[in-house]
């Protein structure tokens, strides 16, 4: 079991950078792929990055070269930089854990932060 709690989001001027966190409890961090999603209202939940136990990520082209998404397993945490954001970025913002054990899948979710980026 994974709970996840985000954190970070807020108001942000276009152009502007914001960082997001993620903070995990209950199970063991480190065992877990990561994931930042985000859904804006009428759209699907779109996926933006992903970081592996062993650090490897990967990127949505919508957001590669403007965020960058680490962790840090010693405090059961994974991050997400946004910058250069663009009004098109607001959206609520998720944080996913997901690992495969036994070939059963396991996903867990937080309960997302607002991010709205405006002038």
């Known amino acids: 079991q994974v709970q996840l709690v985000e954190s970070g989001g807020g108001l942000v001027q276009p152009g502007g950078s914001l960082r997001l966190s993620c903070a995990a409890s209950?199970?063991?961090?480190?065992?877990?792929?990561m994931g930042w999603y985000r859904q804006a209202p009428g759209k699907q939940r779109e996926l933006l990055a992903t970081?592996?136990?062993?650090?490897?990520?990967n990127y949505a082209d919508s957001v590669k070269g403007r965020f960058t998404i680490s962790r840090d397993n010693a405090k059961n945490t994974v991050y997400l930089q946004m910058n250069s954001l663009k009004p098109e970025d607001t959206a609520v913002y998720y944080c996913n854990a997901f690992r495969i054990l036994m070939n059963r899948e396991y996903a867990y979710w937080g309960q997302g932060t607002q991010v709205t980026v405006s002038s």
């Open positions: 209950g199970s063991i961090f480190s065992n877990y792929t």
């Open positions: 970081i592996t136990s062993g650090g490897r990520t």
